[in-house]
T-cell receptor, first 112, second 115 residues
Framework: KAGVTQTPRYLIKTRGQQVTLSCSPI?????VSWYQQTPGQGLQFLFE???????NKGNFPGRFSGRQFSNSRSEMNVSTLELGDSALYLC???????????FGPGTRLTVT | AQTVTQSQPEMSVQEAETVTLSCTYD???????LFWYKQPPSRQMILVIR??????QNATENRFSVNFQKAAKSFSLKISDSQLGDTAMYFC????????????FGKGITLSVRP
């Protein structure tokens, strides 16, 4: 099976812009979770989608949003970018019955 | 709320030797899973091993094994016969068995394997 894929891999944006990141889960996996990784805060949970519904949400401002499509692909959007949003954004998928999450390669976002 | 603590920020080991990475966690849940993930310089997060809290037997995967002490809320990873490719950041992570699919991670430990 193909692994989790994320696009784009690298992104440079300017403060105030918005950005959309995409994640395709492992075939058959219906749960997609997003995490932000920074040197200072480590790995932090953003949100989780299951069957097109947001099932869980972390402590991030409303500028961070996401959605999931009927084919389980997921997107996350960050509006009004701030310098502090510079991070590695990781997407993970799981099958649901099993708790293991399998991660994609990440999208490195740099906000200037 | 669950917390995961990895108190050692860095460790180093000679190739072919054994190293143990420590992790403690705090939770009021009785049913949960614990994981070790590896993140090499490529930044790809790789699942190394998992442990179900209800199992007393420690999990093993080839050269990787855990020492799970539920009462002490301790979950250490032992890497035997260390290889250069084991050089990476290692994260301990927790998830409960409810509908909540949120992984809680420790801060990670940087492991360097010396040739």
């Amino acid at each position: 099976k193909a692994g989790v894929t994320q696009t784009p891999r690298y992104l440079i944006k300017t403060r105030g812009q918005q950005v959309t990141l995409s994640c395709s889960p492992i075939s058959g996996h219906r749960s997609v979770s997003w995490y932000q990784q920074t040197p200072g805060q480590g790995l932090q949970f953003l949100f989780e989608y299951f069957s097109e519904t947001q099932r869980n949400k972390g402590n991030f401002p409303g500028r961070f949003s996401g959605r999931q499509f009927s084919n389980s692909r997921s997107e996350m959007n960050v509006s009004t970018l701030e310098l502090g949003d510079s991070a590695l954004y990781l997407c993970a998928s799981s099958s649901g019955p099993q708790p293991e999450q399998y991660f994609g390669p990440g999208t490195r976002l740099t906000v200037t | 709320a669950q917390t995961v603590t990895q108190s050692q920020p860095e460790m180093s080991v000679q190739e072919a030797e054994t190293v143990t990475l420590s992790c403690t966690y705090d939770t009021s849940e009785n049913n949960y899973y614990l994981f070790w993930y590896k993140q090499p310089p490529s930044r790809q997060m790789i699942l190394v091993i998992r442990q179900e809290a209800y199992k007393q037997q420690n999990a093993t995967e080839n050269r990787f094994s855990v020492n799970f002490q539920k009462a002490a809320k301790s979950f250490s990873l032992k890497i035997s016969d260390s290889q250069l490719g084991d050089t990476a950041m290692y994260f301990c992570a927790f998830i409960d068995t409810g509908a909540n699919s949120k992984l809680t991670f420790g801060k990670g430990i940087t492991l360097s394997v010396r040739p």
